[in-house]
């Protein structure tokens, strides 16, 4: 139902843009998140938004670095990702439902729709 693009190899640096598209529904008036898992490592929150209502939120890890947005026309949620770093590597992935923040961490379990990831590999 949802199907994230986008990824592949780039340099400590350098930039990327992941894109989002849904197959069945319209991501315009939901909530949606990008996570992240790097080998050996839980799933992580990266970034949601809930658009309509103005609300993103960012981990602190890309805090600055990442950006989150809609574009309206196409019905696709972009992360752009600027001086990525080798810990940035990871299988990226979007999803739909609702966005819940606990202490400033992006968590899961509020998201209903997960789509197969994209690979991104930041190395030299």
């Known amino acids: 139902q949802l199907q994230a693009s986008g990824g592949g190899l780039v340099q400590p640096g350098g930039s990327l843009r992941l894109s989002c598209a849904a197959s069945?529904?319209?991501?315009?008036?939901?909530?949606v998140g990008w996570f992240r898992q790097a080998p050996g490592k839980e799933r992580e929150g990266v970034a949601c938004?809930?658009?309509?209502?103005?609300?993103?939120r960012y981990a602190e890890s890309v805090q600055g670095r990442f950006t989150i947005a809609i574009d309206n026309y196409n019905d696709t949620v972009y992360l752009r990702m600027n001086s990525l770093k080798p810990e940035d590597t990871a299988v990226y992935y979007c999803?739909?439902?609702?966005?819940?923040?606990?202490?400033?961490?992006?968590?899961?379990?509020?998201?209903?729709?997960w789509g197969k990831g994209t690979l991104v590999t930041v190395s030299s």
């Open positions: 938004g809930v658009f309509n209502m103005n609300f993103i």
């Open positions: 069945e529904f319209t991501l315009t008036d939901r909530p």
């Open positions: 999803a739909s439902g609702q966005c819940v923040v606990v202490d400033r961490v992006i968590v899961d379990d509020g998201m209903k729709f």
